[in-house]
């Protein structure tokens, strides 16, 4: 039995195995990040330099870091998750004298979703370290579908009183959670 071990733990080295080699950037020590392409209003890449440094696994660095991790948004999408029933006219017609059959069904809650490519480059060779991957992120959120008659948005029990709102309000938690999961992918590749 120690023979076929002895085989087994030879194979394992002979094939480059190697135990307890942990991540492939565990050599570098610093990281600089530009400015995420397709980020409008630099939401994400703020979010994303905050994450990097308070994970400690590399310095942050404006110029001359080992590496440069290149970030570029490649989709961004909403999609209807819940739905409510419209307001009832009164007499039961529309506004083109047609008798309406039922109500309408309007969305009050909308998932935004994020897809981010990442790459880490070495700096000094611009050789890739790690990537292109995909990462997708997603945040769920409430609304009200229409405006409110006074022009003023009013927060009540989470939910924003009209979508452009809500949709500005979810870039900073959207923000944190593609940020989250990028050095997630960075820190713990192998």
Not at 74 to 92: A, C, T, W
Not at 183 to 190: A, L
Request: charged share 20%; aromatic share 12%; net charge negative.
């Amino acid at each position: 039995m120690r023979i076929v071990y002895g085989l087994i733990f030879c194979l394992f080295l002979g094939c480059g195995y190697q135990f307890g080699q942990g991540s492939k950037l565990d050599n570098y020590r610093s990281i600089s990040i530009p400015y995420i392409c397709g980020d409008r209003t630099g939401e994400m890449t703020n979010a994303l330099i905050k994450e990097m440094s308070r994970s400690g696994a590399f310095v942050y660095r404006n110029h001359s870091a080992d590496l440069c991790l290149k970030v570029a948004i490649v989709e961004f999408f909403e999609q209807n998750i819940g739905y409510q029933q419209g307001p009832d006219d009164d007499d039961g017609y529309d506004d083109d004298d047609e008798y309406r059959t039922g109500n309408s069904i309007i969305p009050n809650e909308t998932r935004l979703t994020v897809i981010a490519e990442v790459s880490v480059v070495e700096s000094c060779t611009g050789c890739v370290k790690l990537g292109p991957g995909r990462i997708r992120a997603s945040y769920d959120f409430d609304h009200d579908y229409y405006f409110s008659p006074d022009g003023i948005n009013q927060t009540s029990l989470g939910q924003l009183t009209n979508m452009e709102s809500a949709r500005e309000a979810v870039i900073r938690p959207l923000s944190a959670v593609l940020a989250q999961k990028i050095v997630d992918y960075v820190v713990h590749s192998w």
